[in-house]
């Protein structure tokens, strides 16, 4: 079972909408981190948190540790959203290996 | 200066051929990683350095050899690679521990 879930895989939006993404995972974590990846591109971290709630600009990321889940949403989603968005959670100590969820692939349409 | 710069952003070599990726950071983070990425697949972790000493070593064939010379700057040195080597290569670095990770932008290669 794969240690991280990621729900959907594919998302097709149009221009304005309200996009989420979720993200459940299995493991005991100290932090967990939203990536986003544009096709051929490299990575941007988005978010790290640990508890309650970030907000950065159109993007607000939650997390509900006792849940082991985690939302990104993206408010009047615009098509340069488009991209992969990575869940990627850590334990933390001295373990420095994330473990990555296997994306959400979002198209944003005009 | 908050990023991590990867250099070259391309590289295409022969199986034959010594190469080295670059990758460089002043934040003062003291973890640093690479990643290898193939194509709609999620990364997967190779090295870890901390404090400039290896931390963990994936099972990556000796084909590739990582050098972390100070805490700016790591190097992977490739040689003798095959074609299904070829993928894009992801440098990270963090805080300790492991929190507050900035990834370079990759460099992709391509063996031919």
Same mark, same amino acid.
Request: no cysteine.
């Given at each position: 079972k794969n240690e991280v879930e990621q729900s959907p895989q594919n998302l097709t939006a149009q221009e304005g909408e309200f996009i989420t993404i979720n993200c459940s995972y299995s493991v005991g974590i100290s932090a967990l981190h939203w990536l986003q990846q544009h096709p051929g591109g490299g990575i941007v971290s988005l978010f790290m948190l640990s508890s309650g709630k970030k907000k950065h600009?159109? =993007? +607000?990321?939650?997390?509900? +540790?006792?849940?082991k889940h985690s939302s990104l949403h993206i408010t009047a989603s615009h098509p340069r959203d488009s991209a992969v968005y990575i869940c990627a959670p850590n334990s933390g100590g001295s373990n420095y290996k994330l473990t990555f969820g296997k994306g959400t692939l979002l198209t944003v349409n005009p | 200066d908050t990023e991590v710069t990867q250099t070259p952003k391309h590289l295409v070599m022969g199986m034959t051929n010594k190469k080295s990726l670059k990758c460089e950071q002043h934040m003062g983070h003291r973890a640093m990683y690479w990643y290898k990425q193939k194509? !709609? !697949? /999620? /990364? #997967? =972790?190779?090295?870890? *350095?901390? *404090? #400039? !000493? =290896?931390? +963990?070593? #994936? %099972?990556?064939? %000796?084909r590739f050899s990582p050098e972390c010379p100070n805490s700016s700057l790591l190097n992977l040195h490739l040689h003798a690679l095959q074609p299904e080597d070829s993928a894009l290569y992801l440098c990270a670095s963090s805080t300790v521990p492991n929190y507050g990770y900035t990834f370079g932008s990759g460099t992709r290669l391509t063996v031919v």
């Open positions: 600009g159109r =993007l +607000i990321a939650t997390i509900n +540790i006792q849940e | 194509a !709609k !697949k /999620p /990364p #997967e =972790l190779m090295f870890v *350095y901390s *404090y #400039e !000493k =290896l931390s +963990i070593n #994936e %099972s990556v064939p %000796s």
